[in-house]
């Protein structure tokens, strides 16, 4: 029980920290040179752009690759169903799901 709400309370900061960087229009200087991400996403979603956006700003190559079942691509990366946000981005063999700060994709990437 302790470690689903450690993890629920850190998906909810990564997001409202995801949120703050969306809305305050923050221009931060390249954090990551050129790594190369592809953000999966449901066509319908309208966020996806703005987050694939956001890593390009931050250094990042970007591919967006549009997915009709987005939950199929979940699936197959074994993100559990309470950790699902609306995009999925694939980083340099690793998974990140949702509106994760680049800080934290750069550390992840060290």
């Known amino acids: ?3 689903n709400i450690i993890t629920g309370g850190i998906v909810l900061l990564v997001v409202v920290a995801g949120v703050y960087v ?3 229009g923050s221009s931060k200087p390249a954090l990551v040179q050129d790594a190369q991400a592809t953000v999966l996403y449901d066509p319908t979603c309208g966020c996806c752009g703005n987050h694939a956006a956001y890593l390009e700003r931050s250094g990042f190559q970007v591919e ?3 997915v009709l079942d987005i939950s ?12 699902r946000s609306c995009h999925t981005t694939l980083v340099e063999g690793y998974v990140v799901e ?3 700060p680049v800080e934290a994709i750069a550390k992840l990437l060290k």
């Open 64 to 66: 967006r690759e549009r």
């Open 98 to 100: 949702g509106h994760m």
């Open 72 to 83: 199929a691509v979940k699936a197959e990366y074994g993100i559990p169903q309470d950790l």
């Open 22 to 24: 969306f809305t305050t």
């Open 1 to 3: 029980m302790k470690r």
